[in-house]
């Protein structure tokens, strides 16, 4: 069966410093891949999603940015993180094509302070 | 470019009573629409799920109705329980989701 993990579930980081949230999937090939954030009382904001390896969209302007290095892991980074990078990030995998149901991880709660 | 609408922030339904949670949507051309429950720290889970050529689909508790014309589906959960209570978010299959809504169940 296929599984989803993404790490660190918590993390407190001093504005300015770098982040990196990572994710991976395991149990299928070349999955659709995507970061998602949920802003307190807000709903899910998609952030970048991948169809391969090297190949990220970004959905929204922002600090942050998104690696694939393999096919079946996702990187969440910012060089310098903002107060407003705050919140719930959730990764995401589906199989190939559209359509297709999405699985989440089990998320990670960022603080900037 | 489709936008997906959960107007209704927060809903509370007595155990036992029904829940009705609805979900607006601005792009036709996309015929497929997906529910997800969310509990407190944790991501979200896939409940139901309807495509485009049904106007309901039905998994024990759970029933989506897609109203093509009005552009808008809800979500019946009959009857509610206190376990139901989280956050839903409609989603097109562009994976473009709502706002979502707070359902309590009380009991």
């Known amino acids: 069966s296929q599984t989803i993990h993404q790490w660190p579930a918590t993390l407190v980081q001093p504005v300015g410093s770098p982040l990196s949230l990572e994710c991976t999937v395991e149990?299928?090939?070349?999955?659709?891949l995507y970061w998602y954030r949920q802003a307190a009382g807000r709903g899910l904001q998609l952030l970048f999603y991948s169809v391969g390896i090297g190949q990220i969209s970004s959905e929204v302007p922002q600090n942050l940015s998104a690696s694939r290095p393999q096919d079946r892991q996702f990187i969440l980074s910012s060089k310098k993180l903002l107060l407003s990078d705050s919140g719930f990030y959730l990764c995401?995998?589906?199989?190939?094509?559209?359509?297709?149901?999405?699985?989440f991880g089990e998320g990670s709660w960022l603080t900037v302070v | 470019d489709q936008q997906v609408k959960q107007n209704s922030p927060s809903l509370s339904v007595q155990e036992g009573r029904i829940s009705i949670l609805n979900c607006d949507y601005t792009?036709?051309?996309?015929?497929?629409f997906l529910w997800y429950k969310k509990y407190p720290a944790e991501g979200p889970t896939f409940l139901i799920s309807?495509?485009?050529?049904?106007d309901k689909n039905e998994d024990g508790r759970f029933t989506v109705f897609l109203n093509k014309s009005a552009k808008h589906l809800s979500l019946h959960i009959v009857p509610s329980q206190p376990g139901d209570s989280a956050v839903y978010f409609c989603a097109d299959n562009k994976l473009v989701f709502g706002a979502g809504t707070i359902l309590r169940v009380k009991s």
């Open positions: 149990g299928t090939s070349n999955p659709n």
């Open positions: 309807i495509s485009s050529i049904k």
């Open positions: 792009n036709s051309m996309f015929d497929y």
């Open positions: 995401a995998w589906s199989a190939t094509g559209a359509g297709n149901t999405i699985y």
